[in-house]
């Protein structure tokens, strides 16, 4: 059973990728602040197949020990989803840098140190594994307020981008999925003029399904994807 770590389980999108992986019959540990109602049925029902950690992604500090205490015990680790995310939405003449440092640390630092000893976990168990780094069409489009959340994931996408061609020899294989905007709890704040004028700008004039966003991503951890690295993949319903 291959074990992949998943952080922000607890979310909408997360909890979406973590089903599919267990449906598929991947081992998933999951990575959250919370545990949530839907995380304990989860772990009543899967087992040992699911762990739930308990692990505030802002103290990237800690993911050292985090991997030597927790996550190694659970490996050989043979993929990892970059999911979690805090978005601080304001315009830049607003920037509040502590608002902006905890969602740096949250959205790139965090998952370049897991990503760190994710590769060391696979290379010394010689696993060729699979990263899935969760953007966002906000790298790609812009829209107001929104700037310094898409600098954290045009960083993500370029350090993926990088990644793949470092660790590509050894079969470790890193790519990103770009959702466009979905009806989850962090597009929540949004009012409904906002949100009809950002669909309006879609070729499929309707949100992105969190479903469809959690199937791409259990596709590009599979073998099905072997020949797929360093790329983007958009599943934005045609944001224009």
């Known amino acids: 059973m291959k ?3 998943v952080t922000g389980d607890s979310g909408a999108l ?3 990728i973590v089903d599919r992986l267990l449906e598929e019959g991947y081992k998933v540990v999951g990575l959250s602040r919370r545990t949530t109602d839907e995380v304990k049925e989860r772990i009543n029902k899967y087992n040992q197949q699911y762990v739930h950690v308990n692990f505030d992604l802002s103290k990237a500090e800690e993911v050292k020990e985090l991997y030597l205490k927790v996550l190694k ?3 050989p680790i043979y993929g990892l989803v970059n999911n979690a995310a805090f978005a601080y939405d304001d315009i830049v003449t607003n920037a509040d840098y502590k608002e902006l440092e905890k969602m740096f640390r949250i959205n790139v630092f ?4 897991l990503t760190k000893y994710v590769i060391r976990d696979m290379l010394l168990n010689e696993v060729k594994g699979s990263l899935v780094h969760i953007s966002s069409v906000s790298a790609h489009t812009g829209y107001k307020g929104l700037s310094m959340y898409a600098a954290t994931k045009g960083a993500l996408e370029s350090f993926s981008r990088t990644v793949a061609r ?3 020899a050894k079969g470790i294989r890193s790519n990103c999925v770009a ?4 009806e989850t709890p962090m597009s929540a704040s949004l009012s409904e003029d906002e949100k009809d004028r950002i669909y309006r700008r879609t070729s499929l004039k309707r949100p992105t399904e969190v479903k469809d966003v959690a199937e791409v991503v259990v596709f590009l951890l599979s073998e099905k994807s072997a020949s797929i690295t360093g790329t983007t993949i958009h599943v934005d319903c045609g944001t224009i």
């Open 3 to 5: 074990t992949v770590v």
């Open 14 to 16: 997360g909890s979406a």
């Open 73 to 75: 015990k659970e490996g």
């Open 110 to 113: 965090s998952p370049i140190m």
């Open 166 to 168: 470092e660790w590509g």
């Open 179 to 182: 959702p466009g905007f979905m």
